[in-house]
């Protein structure tokens, strides 16, 4: 049975590397942990939120799920929620989602994909909700539209928390952003739905 020595390999080398720049980087970081920012991203092998944004490590608390949906029964996000806000106390919360996600597109077609049609049922709720802004649409015109649409929809969903409802009426310094990545040219865009203390 494989052990995966080559990401072993290639995790020594890279530790290695990175104490040569920075002898006390480790050290330093395993101290403490105080992000500024709450990352709600897609699962996405090609959408890593620290290097999209060349963060290091520490700089980013980060939770990620298919389409990068904020559900108000999954106690997962929820958790990741309550954590990064009550007590990393980040300042900004962002929602990115990127265009060509494969959740969206999954939720588009009538095939049946097994249990995550349960999970893409809520993307499908986002295309019913916003049916008339996607009526008359060419369809990688609407799947772009929607994958923006549904950033839009979770970043309401956040907003809407009592975690997040919450943080503002103790005065929290906490705004909730709406991104997306295109994967095509790296570049991140921002959707203008920021909502919150410095909205």
């Known amino acids: 049975m494989s052990k995966l020595k080559k990401l072993f390999d290639q995790n020594n080398r890279w530790a290695e590397s990175i104490r040569q720049k920075d002898p006390d980087f480790f ?5 403490q942990q105080a992000p500024e920012y709450l990352w709600i991203g897609c699962s996405d092998s090609r959408v890593p939120a620290n290097q999209i944004v060349d963060l290091p490590p520490g ?3 980060v939770h990620r799920n298919i389409a990068n949906l904020v559900v ?4 997962n996000c929820l958790s990741v929620m309550q954590f990064a806000v009550d007590v ?3 300042k900004h919360i962002i929602v990115c989602g990127h265009y060509g996600c494969g959740g969206i597109k999954a939720s588009l077609e009538t095939l049946e994909h097994g249990l995550i049609d349960n999970w893409l049922r809520h993307i499908k709720d986002v295309n019913r909700f916003h049916e ?3 009526q008359g649409l060419e369809f990688q015109q609407k799947f772009d539209r929607l994958c923006e649409l549904n950033v839009q929809e979770q970043v309401t969903n956040v907003c809407n928390t009592t975690i997040v409802q919450n943080a503002w009426k103790r ?3 906490l705004t909730v952003h709406g991104w997306i990545y295109n994967i095509e040219n790296g570049i991140l865009h921002d959707l203008e739905s920021c909502q919150g203390t410095n909205a």
Not at 27 to 31: A, F, G, H, T, V
């Open 27 to 31: 050290q330093n970081l395993s101290r």
């Open 59 to 61: 700089e980013v608390f």
């Open 72 to 75: 108000h029964t999954d106690l």
């Open 88 to 90: 990393l106390k980040v």
């Open 132 to 134: 008339e802004k996607l």
């Open 171 to 173: 005065g929290a310094e």
